[in-house]
């Protein structure tokens, strides 16, 4: 059997379950009056200017890698859908809908990288799906069928999603500081162009910071960057519909912080569900 790269399956699991816990940050800073389009803008920027001061060579490493502003476009339009379908939409239709991103990622490495469709593959895929849908089931939700723009969005963000770590695992010749520069600054920039966008049109608030945010602002600016690291890192280095399923741990990650803080109560679905997605990796491997 394929043994899977644990140092590169231990950083997308890093990667989930920062993004899992980020919901904190993003409802702490909305609730002091910051659209988490400005929390992206404000976030992103930092991590960028700090990846750049770190690694300056990677600038010139974007710029001789044309197929890494691809990266930034779909890092940058995953960031912003997914942020603007929670903070508009129904929370467990977006994430219900963003997280068929496996089902994406199967069919565009095919497409692009001309990874086979295995019976294994997909099985696996659907494993970790039956374990995300298990655990985000709600009877007042429905089936898990777009029906407005908050959905489409949520759609949108998984396709963009799945679309950047094919392109991750494309470009795993080229540093993972450049990668990292081109996720960031996709994230930053697209972030702050629709913030612009949407304020002068009247349909959200221009950003009013106060010291208040300061910390929350700087730790998830740290975090972040770690996240980015882990996540170019991993899904360069393992094939595509592994990392999709690794990523559904995110799922997880919210759920259980979530009850950890008083925000929700952890059901049997909840463990059952979770222990889908966490198996879901390991019990299906290709043979070798």
């Not at 940058?76 to 994430?95: K, P």
């Not at 029906?147 to 094919?166: E, M, P, R």
Request: some cysteine.
């Amino acid at each position: 059997m394929r043994q899977i790269p644990l140092p590169a399956a231990a950083a997308l699991m890093t990667n989930s379950v920062l993004w899992g816990l980020s919901w904190i940050a993003f409802k702490f800073l909305q609730a002091h009056g910051l659209h988490p389009l400005w929390s992206n803008t404000i976030i992103f920027s930092a991590c960028l200017l700090l990846l750049i001061a770190l690694r300056p060579a990677a600038l010139r490493q974007m710029r001789d890698h044309p197929a890494l502003w691809l990266v930034a476009i779909t890092a940058g339009v995953t960031n912003a859908t997914f942020n603007g379908a929670v903070a508009f939409g129904d929370v467990v239709r977006v994430i219900l809908l963003f997280y068929l991103m496996p089902v994406w990622a199967v069919i565009l490495a095919r497409l692009i990288l001309k990874e086979a469709i295995t019976p294994r593959s997909l099985m696996r895929v659907a494993l970790g799906l039956i374990g995300a849908m298990i655990v985000l089931y709600q009877p007042s939700v429905g089936l898990p069928l777009p029906q407005s723009l908050a959905d489409w969005t949520a759609i949108l963000g998984g396709l963009a999603f799945a679309f950047n770590n094919v392109m991750l695992l494309r470009l795993k010749g080229v540093p993972d500081a450049a990668r990292g520069v081109a996720m960031l600054s996709g994230a930053a920039f697209i972030s702050a162009a629709l913030g612009m966008l949407f304020a002068s049109l009247g349909m959200m608030s221009w950003p009013v910071l106060s010291t208040t945010l300061l910390p929350t602002l700087a730790l998830w600016s740290g975090l972040f960057l770690v996240a980015i690291v882990c996540l170019q890192y991993g899904a360069s280095r393992l094939p595509v519909n592994i990392s999709a399923v690794i990523m559904l741990v995110e799922i997880l990650a919210a759920t259980v912080s979530a009850w950890a803080l008083g925000a929700a109560e952890i059901r049997l679905q909840d463990l059952i569900g979770g222990a889908l997605i966490i198996s879901a990796p390991w019990l299906i491997r290709d043979k070798s």
